[in-house]
């Protein structure tokens, strides 16, 4: 684990914690570039690259997530096993993990009362550890009754809500739902629904394309978003199994490259980033495309190879984790429906 301990640096934390306060968000809201339809507007602004005491935080495709109870953004750098937690102002506060305290871990999920859920790669050996807020492990969290149907399930994303683990195996393309006691709940088999799609999209024929999922999120209506690359599309899981799908190959405003992350705010609308273009595009409940941000550079500003991303709902911000050892950069993200 790491922490700051001395009264030096914690002296030095209060000072730089209070000019991130009053500085940052005014000299480094900087406008993106973006496209919007007729019929939104869309305000978009980079505010900075979560940051420590070195400068930018940096990290290759972290997996995050944000903690809307204590209002911290996580982050989990893979390879090194490990975990940041960023404060409101995006300066970290606290990591632990790449001291060997974490194994194989995949990915990371908030909890309730600063939980924090670790996925590791070897699932059925160490499961889902269940970590408190300095690091230190609780709990594991192992499937108990698992369906013969998903005897070979080895999931590599978590997502966490309302007191259910939601899983994916991103390669045999099935999302299992459990407890927090380890008891399966639902199960779903997304491999004959995206074989269909493949088929009506006559790529079946090109065996390069192997379908696997990449972004992956829960609504907190519990519908479940993901996206497939290959097929340049992406997909609501709703509550009744019934399966949409939306997006259109291309390299216009709008269009799919190689879509990544996915999310959903409140409003229903989708987020969609995309490694290719660089760009997170946004797309109401209806998937009627209102506009996207970004635009590929080596500015701070700018995006590499996005992947993951966030919502922080409370300040309308976008987390975006990118490549290039760049880290995670803020936006600050504002859909208005114009009348």
């Not at 809201?29 to 496209?35: L, R």
């Not at 339809?37 to 505010?47: D, I, T, V």
């Not at 005491?53 to 953004?73: L, N, T, V």
Request: net charge negative; with cysteine.
């Amino acid at each position: 684990m790491k922490t700051l301990n001395s009264k030096y640096t914690f002296f030095l934390s209060i000072c730089v914690l209070l000019a991130l306060h009053f500085f940052v968000p005014a000299a480094s809201s900087v406008e993106v570039q973006q496209t919007q339809r007729s019929g939104a507007e869309l305000k978009a602004a980079f505010q900075h690259l979560l940051s420590n005491f070195s400068g930018a935080a940096r990290s290759q495709w972290a997996r995050i997530d944000f903690d809307p109870q204590q209002k911290e953004i996580y982050t989990l750098t893979q390879g090194i096993n490990e975990v940041r937690i960023f404060n409101q102002q995006g300066m970290e506060i606290f990591a632990f993990g790449d001291n060997g305290d974490l194994v194989s871990a995949v990915d990371i999920a908030s909890g309730d009362d600063g939980a924090i859920y670790i996925l590791s790669r070897a699932f059925h050996t160490n499961g889902i550890q269940v970590l408190n807020y300095r690091g230190e492990l609780k709990s594991i969290v192992t499937i108990n009754d698992l369906p013969v149907k998903f005897a070979g399930f080895s999931p590599d994303q978590i997502e966490y809500l309302d007191g259910l683990f939601y899983l994916l195996d991103s390669g045999a393309l099935q999302i299992v739902v459990i407890d927090t006691e380890g008891t399966f709940k639902k199960g779903h088999d997304l491999s004959s629904e995206l074989s269909t799609v493949q088929e009506e999209q006559d790529l079946e024929k090109d065996k390069a394309r192997v379908l696997e999922i990449s972004g992956f999120s829960v609504g907190q209506d519990k519908r479940i978003y993901f996206t497939v690359p290959v097929l340049f599309s992406a997909f609501r899981l709703n509550l009744d199994e019934t399966l949409d799908v939306f997006g259109t190959p291309g390299s216009g405003p709008g269009k799919f490259g190689v879509v990544s992350g996915i999310v959903a705010d409140d409003q229903g609308n989708i987020y969609v980033a995309d490694r290719l273009r660089s760009v997170v595009m946004i797309f109401d409940q209806a998937f009627v495309f209102q506009g996207e941000f970004g635009y590929r550079g080596d500015r701070p500003q700018d995006m590499i190879v996005p992947d993951d991303i966030a919502l922080d709902q409370y300040k309308n911000r976008v987390f975006v984790s990118q490549a290039a050892n760049k880290g995670v950069g803020v936006y600050s993200v504002k859909l208005v429906q114009r009348r």
